[in-house]
């Protein structure tokens, strides 16, 4: 009988352990869809998860003539000490989601020149290193 109880009981601690390291991204990712502000359209969603380096990074072609908006969604906090920088294509950052010291949830990019773009993901002060991030344009 105390086997049993000693089986069942590492069962459920095991179990615990995995549910609290879970991240789910793609949740995340679709619940920044619809929070897009007015007038965007959805284009892209990103997941957001911590692995091997210190940031996760996407690239996506921009038209110039064309605002795009890249938001956050992170749990417990709205950004979770997530970041979200972009890049032009020379490596240059012309926009960030931590403006001194505030985190905001979204930034929007009137793109003046046609060409690859990328978007990187950084975690300052994040406590689940877990989020979603969804890509939108308007003309």
Do not use: H, W
């Amino acid at each position: 009988m105390k086997k049993v109880i000693f089986i069942v009981l590492t069962v459920c601690f095991l179990s615990t352990l995995e549910v609290i390291g879970q991240c789910n991204s793609e949740a995340l990712s679709n619940q920044c869809i619809p929070k897009l502000a007015a007038g965007f359209n959805f284009l892209k969603s990103y997941k957001i998860e911590k692995g091997a380096k210190d940031f996760v990074e996407y690239s996506y072609v921009f038209t110039k003539g064309t605002q795009y908006m890249i938001n956050i969604c992170a749990a417990p906090a709205p950004t979770d000490g997530v970041v979200v920088s972009l890049f032009d294509s020379n490596r240059n950052k012309v926009a960030t989601s931590k403006i001194n010291g505030q985190f905001i949830s979204a930034i929007a990019y009137p793109c003046n020149t046609t060409g690859i773009y990328y978007i990187q993901y950084t975690f300052d002060g994040s406590t689940t290193y877990c989020g979603g991030s969804a890509l939108g344009f308007k003309r």
